[in-house]
């Protein structure tokens, strides 16, 4: 982080806004791509944080993994990141952003139904594509928020949507999963999450922005 830091300070250019408005929160709690956004972007971090939140106590709990091998199947789950935030950038370029982020919604929603439905045989590969490709959402959403609102609205609209979808997507997504386990069953909580994803990511055809 100190050295990307670096790089970051000595490469980047200042973005500066002139003749910003003197009441930026007002106009922007109006905009209704906001909070289409905030609900896009809750799930998109609840498939990330809040099932990774969950996990290893849906692997050793109910599907009775071994401890040490649970805990390896979602390390390794996770090694795929690295791969696929580079290579967003190359897709952002050359691709429809809109149709690329409902992509990568409707996949990650189609892998998350897919770990509430697996056997333990299976479950480190559905593991590993559903983190692979999730994890291409952050970099794909920030790139829509930029498009989305203007240089003067952009930082105060990141941070209340990266707010929201903290709170909700990485704190009450796991704790719901949480209570599905004690009463029904991760599988269940997982499932019904997954499909929920699935309908959210429609929401990303009513951002005109994106057109």
């Known amino acids: 982080m100190l050295v990307c830091s670096i790089i970051f300070f000595l490469a980047s250019t200042e973005v500066k806004v002139s003749n910003a408005p003197k ?22 971090a609840g498939a990330n944080l809040g099932i990774y939140s969950v996990v290893p106590l849906y692997l050793t709990k109910e599907l009775h993994l071994n401890i040490g091998y649970a805990n390896t199947i979602l390390g390794i789950s996770r090694l795929g990141a690295i791969i696929v935030a580079v290579a967003c950038g190359f ?22 139904v897919l770990m509430g439905l697996v056997s333990e045989r299976y479950i480190g590969i559905v593991l590993f594509l559903q983190a692979f490709v999730v994890t291409a959402f952050f970099p794909i959403g920030l790139v829509a928020m930029a498009k989305t609102f203007s240089s003067e609205m ?22 719901v999963l949480g209570i599905s386990g004690d009463m029904i069953s991760f ?25």
Do not use: C, Q
């Not at 009441?23 to 998109?44: E, Q, V, Y």
């Not at 897709?91 to 998350?112: E, G, P, Q, Y």
């Not at 952009?154 to 704790?175: E, H, K, N, Q």
């Open 23 to 44: 009441s930026i929160l007002t106009g922007i709690i109006k905009i209704r791509s906001l909070w289409l956004m905030a609900i896009i972007w809750i799930f998109g």
């Open 91 to 112: 897709l952002i370029d050359r691709f429809n952003l809109r149709k690329i982020m409902f992509l990568v919604m409707i996949t990650t929603s189609v892998l998350t």
């Open 154 to 175: 952009r930082s105060l609209a990141t941070g209340i949507i990266v707010a929201i979808s903290i709170i909700f997507g990485g704190g009450v997504v796991p704790y």
């Open 187 to 211: 599988r269940f909580g997982i499932t019904i999450f997954g499909i929920f994803v699935a309908l959210s990511s429609t929401l990303i055809f009513h951002l005109k922005e994106l057109e």
